[in-house]
């Protein structure tokens, strides 16, 4: 997966856990050490013993539906290494589950939140660089990972950036003027040689920024506005795509944007904004007041 499919290393760490879990589950279900003979003869009253124990044990059904992919991924690679036949494994069904709808914040709740954010640090560099990476991740509609895999080399920011996200792939991503301007004050201020090579976002010792700290400031800044637990800084990736749609953006576009791989993925989105259309339709008519 690492080698052909450029998976993170979060998705190689969650795979290889989810794999042995359900390895460990048959040993003791079957009774003895699984070798590969044991792992070829697995079949469905196995898998269906498997998915129980997992319903019982409290896990949610998209858990459960993304420990089968897991286990699926690995049996059709060993099937394929070892010609045994994986059918019993494959032809496994996932638990349905709906999907819950992203949670973006409004316009004016985004611009709020990059103004408090700006407040939660005495050192101005530190406030500053705050400001920088919400203005990014919202401004380019960036995880937070991409935003943090920024170089000293991406600044000053582009008209563009090239963005390597999941899997390995690249997408160009306009940069706002915003974002350009608040990058631009954070470099001015920053105590530390931003280096080509080096990380463009730097915590207070001059080591790579942490993730937790963004989560963290987030958390301050939302807690000062009222606002709820979702507004996280991945739901500033949400409300770039949400405000974006509302505003007549395509959603192919908006896919390209995004980084997404599947447009069913952003077709989440489309939803999102008809749930905004209906309030803002039921508060405007005079028969929905």
Known sequence: ?????????????????????????????????????????????????????????????????????????FFRWLSEREGFDPTAILSTRAPKFRKPLPRPVSKGAARDLIETVGMQHETPWIAARDVAVVTVLYGCG????????LTGADAPLKDMLRIRGKGG????????????????RYVAACPFDLAA????????????????????????????????????????????????????GDLRSIQELLGHASLSTTQAYTAVDQVHLMETYARAHPHGR
């Open 142 to 149: 960036l995880r937070i990972s991409e935003g943090l895999s």
């Open 197 to 248: 090579e080096g990380p463009l976002f730097r915590g207070m010792r001059g080591g790579a920024l942490n993730p937790r700290l963004v989560a963290g400031v987030m958390e301050r800044a939302r807690m000062q506005l009222g606002l709820p637990s979702s507004a996280t800084p991945h739901a500033l990736r949400h409300s770039f795509a949400t405000h974006l749609l509302e505003a007549g």
């Open 1 to 73: 997966m690492r080698a052909l499919d450029g998976a993170a290393e979060n998705t190689l760490t969650a795979y290889a856990r989810d794999v042995t879990a359900f390895l460990s589950f048959q040993a003791g279900h079957r009774g003895g050490p699984m070798g590969l003979s044991e792992i070829a003869s697995i079949r469905t009253p196995d898998m269906r013993a498997w998915m129980a124990d997992q319903r019982l044990r409290g896990t949610g059904p998209r858990s459960v539906a993304r420990h089968l992919s897991a286990v699926k991924s």
């Open 169 to 184: 792939k690249e997408r160009l991503v306009p940069v706002l003027p915003a974002a350009r301007a608040a990058v631009d």
